[in-house]
C-alpha cells in the first residue's frame, strides 16, 4: 500500500484483492493529483508479493472517469513533467506512462465501469486486464477527434487488438459513446452485466483469481501472452507452465476430485462446484 496519503482514491484491501475506488467529485476527471495517486499505487504494487488481484471501480455511480483534465491545456509544460512512471515508455507522455505501468503490473488488473468512461478513462481500462460493465449505465467513447486530436494514452494501440481495425477507426472516427451491451459484443469489455449484479460478480472473479493455487495465475498469464508470438512459441510455452504448475500439490487435488466421485455422471455435471469445494479444503 502506498505510505502517503491518496486524496483521490480510496482502497480497500482483503484476502489478496485490493479494490482501487476513484474518488475525485463531481465526475472523475483525471486530474493531476488522480494520475499521480493511481502511479503510487501502481509503484506500490509492483513489489507486493502477497497482493494478486487489484480491482479499479469509482465511487460515482454515474462517472469511472469523465475524461482527463481539460486545464491541461492551458499549461502543458506543467502537464508534461508531472513525475509519473518515469522510467516506463519513455519519452511518452504521463497519462501514457501511467498506463503501461498498470499495463505491466504482475497482478492480475480488472476494471469494474458502472458509469460514464471518456477519454483517459476507456483508455486505462484498456490497459487491464479484464473489464467489466454495466449493462444499463456504462458506456464508454474516445471523443478526442472532436477537440481537433487523436487519443493520446493508448487507445489507437490497445482497441485495435480489442475491437479490430474497422470498429477502432469507428470508435475513435466518430467520437460517439458505445453502450455496454455493443462494448461487449466487440470485445471491449468481457461482460457487459446488469448493474445490480456487476459487483457480486467482479467480487467473485477478483476473489477466485486471488485464491487459486500459487504460481497458477502468472504461469496461466504467462501462457496465453505467449500467444501473441508464433504459434509453435505459444504451444511449446503452455507445455513449459504446464509442467511448472504439475506440482505434489496439483495432484493431490486431481486425487481429492476423484475421490469427490469425478468421471462420474452425477459428478461431471457440476464439476466445477465439487473442484472449487476441493480447493477451499486444501487452501
Keep these: 500500500m502506498p505510505e502517503q496519503p491518496l486524496t483521490t482514491l480510496r ?23 488522480l494520475l499521480l495517486d493511481l502511479d503510487a499505487v501502481a509503484a506500490s504494487a509492483e513489489s507486493d508479493s ?21 486545464t491541461f491545456v492551458e499549461n502543458p509544460e506543467t502537464y508534461a513533467a508531472l513525475p509519473i512512471a518515469e522510467e516506463t515508455l519513455v519519452g511518452t507522455g504521463p497519462m501514457m506512462r501511467l498506463h503501461e505501468r498498470w499495463r505491466r ?30 449493462l444499463e449505465t456504462a458506456a ?9 486530436i487523436v487519443p ?26 458505445i453502450d455496454a451491451a455493443t462494448a461487449e459484443r466487440w470485445g ?5 452485466l ?13 476473489l477466485t483469481i486471488a485464491n487459486l493455487p500459487e504460481g497458477v495465475r502468472v504461469a496461466a498469464t504467462k501462457a496465453i501472452d505467449a500467444a501473441d508470438g508464433p504459434l509453435e512459441d505459444a504451444l511449446r510455452a503452455e507445455d513449459r507452465y504446464l509442467g511448472e504448475t504439475f506440482t505434489p500439490a496439483s495432484g493431490e487435488l486431481a486425487k481429492a476430485a476423484l475421490a469427490a466421485g469425478a ?18 479444503r486444501n487452501s
Design 11 to 33: 482502497l480497500k484491501r482483503q484476502d489478496g484483492v485490493l479494490w482501487v475506488s476513484i474518488d475525485v467529485p463531481p465526475v472523475n476527471l483525471m486530474t493531476a493529483q
Design 50 to 70: 502477497d497482493l494478486h488481484v487489484i480491482v479499479v471501480q469509482s465511487a460515482n455511480p454515474e462517472f469511472f472517469m469523465a475524461h482527463g483534465d481539460l
Design 105 to 134: 503490473l504482475p497482478q492480475t488488473t480488472i476494471a469494474k465501469v458502472a458509469g460514464l468512461a471518456r477519454g483517459g478513462g476507456p483508455e486505462m481500462i484498456s490497459s487491464l486486464d479484464l473489464r467489466f460493465a454495466a
Design 140 to 148: 464508454f467513447g474516445q471523443f478526442e477527434t472532436l477537440m481537433g
Design 152 to 177: 493520446g494514452a493508448g487507445a489507437t494501440a490497445h482497441l485495435p487488438r480489442l475491437v479490430g481495425r474497422a470498429r477502432a477507426l469507428e470508435i475513435v472516427l466518430t467520437g460517439g459513446l
Design 188 to 192: 471491449w469489455v468481457n461482460r457487459a
Design 194 to 206: 446488469p448493474a445490480a449484479e456487476l459487483d457480486a460478480y467482479v467480487d467473485w472473479v477478483a
Design 263 to 280: 468421471h462420474t455422471r452425477e459428478v461431471e455435471l457440476n464439476l466445477e462446484e465439487v473442484l472449487r469445494a476441493n480447493l477451499a
